[in-house]
């Protein structure tokens, strides 16, 4: 069965808040604590932020990570195209070099296309927990200087300098002693929320530090096309497009009651605040899982329910011995299921009770692919448990399963 399952294994992990943290991790004490800051005072002191009103958000992003940490231990590679990637015949890259990006080399792009367009690049395969503990060094430290703190993935963090005088100064100075300590360079960009920060630490990658307020962050990229914002996909994106709306500006500019008539009220409104660079999201601070996930990419698509199902089960079983490790149980069963065609189908169930057994899950699973009864080979097949924990003792609608259309699009 495992050779069967093919070569990419994810576990996919879905996030979502606890405030609850929030206060212990402010009030623990940190070592480095002589080196900060002080707070900023309330009696009018200058700020080096402009227009940051009552917040100061960073985004720190470790520039071309993998291949960051692969270079710290081969420096012979310093220099040349050096690229990422799984062996498999369907491996994408993870990460380029920038030298092997100026050869049209990206993140996801096709190892195989990445060989024809740079046949000298240095290929390393990922190694994965070497990553991790890069990942935890660098988090480490940002820890040691930063009391709210949301990482986001390995490689990227947000950090709250709201209550720091000097942000940009702790920031600099943060971005050196990452690389004093670890050898690994980050882009940080600095801003009033969250979005402006992100796009911030974007806009002058490797090695960028950029400063924006919300109406600097405009002027600065209001004739980007939209898609450059998080939160825009290529979908939206094209759609405005379409409409006309080809930037940043344009769509700032576009009225309210027009975005909510073609996007619908939530969509609309959301991506005309983006526009304007508003954003008053919270940071994360401590993150627990709201979903469990196992997938599996085959290395031959496979053609049928009956061929599928032992795969499903496998990755249910998985799934399930690392929920009941973590003691946790979830109330709705869902599969996802990638077509050759590189179509993506979810289906899900929501049941009365929460779940973690294996044979209640690999059940549901296996019911759900056989109604959904894959019209061509399948090329990706997953599993997941939603609805962690916090909704079991929430029912909403005691006793009323959902139907699968209504939990569409939940996976995935
Ligand atoms: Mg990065």
């Known amino acids: 069965m495992g050779e069967r399952l093919g070569q990419v294994r994810l576990c996919c992990v879905q ?19 002589a080196r900060r800051l002080l707070p900023r005072e309330r009696s009018g002191l200058p700020i080096s932020v402009s227009d940051i009103a009552s917040r100061c958000i960073a985004h720190l992003d ?100 709201s ?19 670890t050898g690994l360079v980050c882009s940080i960009g600095i801003g009033p929320n969250k979005l402006v920060a992100k ?11 950029v400063v924006l307020s919300a109406p600097e962050a405009r002027r600065r990229f209001g004739g980007e096309p939209p898609g450059l914002l998080p939160g825009i996909g290529p979908k939206t994106a094209a759609r405005l497009a379409s409409l006309g709306i080809d930037t940043l500006d344009r769509l700032a500019a576009a009225p309210e009651a ?26 994360e601070l401590a993150r627990t899982a709201k979903s469990e996930s196992r997938e599996t990419t085959f290395h031959t698509d496979f053609r049928g329910v009956p061929a599928l199902l032992p795969a499903l089960e496998e990755l249910g079983r998985e799934l399930c011995e690392r929920l009941r490790a973590q003691g946790r149980a979830g109330r709705t069963v869902g599969i996802k299921v990638r077509l050759d065609d590189f179509s993506t189908h979810t289906r899900a169930r929501t ?57 569409l699009g939940e996976l995935g």
């Open 15 to 33: 996030l979502h808040g606890c405030g609850a943290s929030a206060g212990r991790l402010e009030a623990r004490a940190k070592p480095g604590r």
């Open 62 to 161: 470790l520039d071309a990570f993998y291949v960051s940490v692969e270079l710290a231990r081969r420096p012979e590679l310093r220099g040349l195209p050096v690229v990422v990637a799984g062996r498999s015949p369907r491996a994408v890259v993870t990460t380029a070099s920038y030298e092997a990006r100026r050869f049209g080399i990206f993140s996801a792009t096709p190892a195989a296309q990445a060989r024809r367009l740079c046949p000298e690049a240095v290929f390393v395969e990922p190694d994965f927990p070497a990553y991790r503990d890069r990942s935890r060094d660098v988090m480490a430290i940002v820890g040691e200087e930063i009391d709210r703190v949301e990482t986001v993935g390995l490689d990227e963090a947000y950090l709250d300098l």
């Open 163 to 181: 209550d720091l005088e000097r942000p940009a100064t702790a920031a600099r100075r943060l971005k050196a002693t990452v690389r004093e300590r």
């Open 199 to 209: 796009v911030a630490s974007d806009a002058e990658k490797p090695d960028g530090f």
């Open 258 to 283: 027009d975005l909510s008539g073609w996007f619908g009220p939530r969509l609309g409104r959301g991506i005309g605040r983006l526009a304007r660079f508003e954003d008053d999201r919270a940071l």
């Open 351 to 407: 049941l009365r009770e929460a779940t973690n057994d294996a044979v209640v899950v690999g059940s549901v699973a296996g019911e759900l692919l056989r109604r959904f009864d894959p019209p061509r080979p399948v090329r990706l097949l997953g599993v997941k448990v939603a609805g962690l924990d916090a909704s079991v003792g929430a029912r909403t609608q005691p006793g009323r399963g959902r139907s699968d259309q209504l939990t």
